[in-house]
Antibody
Framework: QVQLVQSGAEVKKPGASVKVSCKAS????????MHWVRQAPGQGLEWMGI????????SYAQKFQGRVTMTRDTSTSTVYMELSSLRSEDTAVYYC??????????????WGQGTTVTVSS | DIQMTQSPSSLSASVGDRVTITCRAS??????LNWYQQKPGKAPKLLIY???SLQSGVPSRFSGSGSGTDFTLTISSLQPEDFATYYC?????????FGQGTKLEIK
């Protein structure tokens, strides 16, 4: 079945970096874009950026420009999101979610289970 | 950037009620509007895409309408499992944006 499986919870100190993985299975990896969305405790959904697994091109939300890097490994059907210079406000659940390529009106139809990142000294 | 504004932020309703949630975009987004449901501790679930198309497996009591800047999500007869938080999301721009969410609570 189609699924996205994310890496486990992380605890990081302020100023450190975190790299979260999202492994896709059950579909053609390069046929779907992958979004990253985060949710701080008790807050709403915040879009971080998108990667095209086919060519590796990315677009990031302005808020995260310079701090976020999204990459992919087509050999393992895995995308990665790395966030640097962590601060306490980055404490959140981070989700990956796929969206069909060539389908501009499509929504994010499959989501990972979420990865909790806690930033604390 | 395109901003998305939902109303109300919270809503109390009873089982069997008809409920409408509104989402407004800061500029025209044609029909590039999606709706999601999120329950506590769970990932969001896609309900409606392209403003009015029902995602596979989603009950028909959910419907969406609108185009341009104004959109609505309607639940025709609330069921106990529908109490959750709902988000709209625009996909008109590469720089995606979500609304702030509407929490639907039991009256």
């Amino acid at each position: 079945q189609v699924q996205l499986v994310q890496s486990g919870a992380e605890v990081k100190k302020p100023g450190a970096s975190v790299k979260v993985s999202c492994k896709a299975s059950g579909y053609t990896f390069t046929s779907y874009y992958m979004h990253w969305v985060r949710q701080a405790p008790g807050q709403g959904l915040e879009w971080m950026g998108i990667i095209n697994p086919s060519g590796g091109s990315t677009s990031y939300a302005q808020k995260f420009q310079g701090r976020v890097t999204m990459t992919r490994d087509t050999s393992t059907s895995t995308v990665y999101m790395e966030l640097s210079s962590l601060r306490s406000e980055d404490t959140a659940v981070y989700y990956c979610a796929r969206k069909g390529r060539g389908c501009p009106t499509c929504g994010m139809d499959v989501w990972g289970q979420g990865t909790t990142v806690t930033v604390s000294s | 950037d395109i901003q998305m504004t939902q109303s109300p932020s919270s809503l109390s309703a009873s089982v069997g009620d008809r409920v409408t949630i509104t989402c407004r975009a800061s500029q025209s987004i044609s029909s590039y509007l999606n709706w999601y449901q999120q329950k506590p501790g769970k990932a969001p679930k896609l309900l409606i895409y392209a403003a009015s198309s029902l995602q596979s497996g989603v009950p028909s009591r959910f419907s969406g309408s609108g185009s341009g800047t104004d959109f609505t999500l309607t639940i025709s007869s609330l069921q106990p499992e529908d109490f959750a938080t709902y988000y709209c999301q625009q996909s008109y721009s590469t720089l995606v944006a979500f609304g702030q969410g509407t929490k639907l609570e039991i009256k």
